[in-house]
């Protein structure tokens, strides 16, 4: 795997974000290997320029990329709130590469999020831009990134260093696991998900997950019962095999 962009591809372009995008797409479409079922390669979807999604031909996943020198923060920049509320909620969400690359056009860390690990919640809606600007009045998303459990997040390549693809491909097996079309379902597994993630020893207990109810109650203020749910979404993580019961209200987590 080459881990250089081709700069001469950018050459073309005057707009670093224009030249950025198709150095990056390319990079993917010449380097990746589709990490869903691990066939050989992904294309550029030509049909809707300019922001050219990528599909796997083998499996049928689609993949969008998000790129940027150095590191993200705790939010990445997309495109437009309502498109992005509606991919999330839909079946036809793309998978979402997150790239960083240094100053000399290097890929230094690639990851995969699947896309059963959005929900609306880490959706956030910018402001929108002011009414004298080109597009007034358009509304951006930010994709809150560092609310997405770390299972949500498989490494590719982690400072510039490859991971072998077999590997890749048995994480996302592995985490496919836990797909749940119910958006609703979906949002409380991976809020749990992250509870259990925050407690730090491997072995815990059901109160110690309890301890997050009111944080839970914060984003689901219809539920009245989220004992009850946090019970539901551990048997849940338990039957995928991803923790262990061990009796009396402890557990033990198997990631
Ligand atoms: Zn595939």
């Given amino acids: 795997m080459n881990l250089y962009f081709d700069e001469a591809l950018g ?46 031909e083998n499996c049928g996943e689609i993949f969008e990329l998000k790129s940027k020198q150095g590191k993200f923060g705790k939010k990445i920049n997309d495109g437009a709130y309502s498109t992005m509320l509606e991919r999330v909620t839909s079946t036809t969400n793309p ?21 059963f690990f959005f929900v609306p919640s880490i959706i956030e809606k910018r402001k929108p831009l002011a009414p004298t600007a080109r597009r007034g009045g358009w509304i951006g998303c930010n994709i809150l990134y560092s609310e997405i459990p770390e299972q949500g997040k498989i490494n590719i390549i982690k400072n510039s260093v490859v ?46 997950v309890y301890a997050y109810i009111a944080i839970l109650q914060e984003r689901h203020v219809d539920n009245h019962n989220i004992e009850a749910k946090i019970r539901q979404q551990l048997q849940f993580l338990r039957d995928k095999g991803f923790i262990d019961f061990l009796g009396g209200g402890n557990y033990k987590k198997r990631f």
Avoid: H
């Fill in 11 to 56: 050459e073309r372009y005057k707009s670093k974000a224009q030249k950025i995008r198709v150095m990056s797409e390319c990079w993917v479409e010449n380097n990746m290997f589709c990490p869903c079922c691990g066939n050989s390669r992904i294309c550029k979807l030509k049909n809707n320029e300019p922001v050219a999604d990528m599909k796997c």
């Fill in 163 to 208: 991971r072998p693809g077999k590997e890749v491909v048995a994480d996302y097996v592995r985490i496919k696991d836990l797909e749940t079309r119910n958006v609703k379902l979906r949002s409380w597994l991976l809020d749990v998900l992250n509870c259990v993630n925050d407690i730090e020893s491997d072995e815990f207990c059901l109160q110690e």
């Fill in 95 to 115: 998978e979402l590469f997150v790239m960083q690359y240094s100053s000399d056009y290097a890929v230094t860390d690639l990851t995969l999020i699947p896309k």
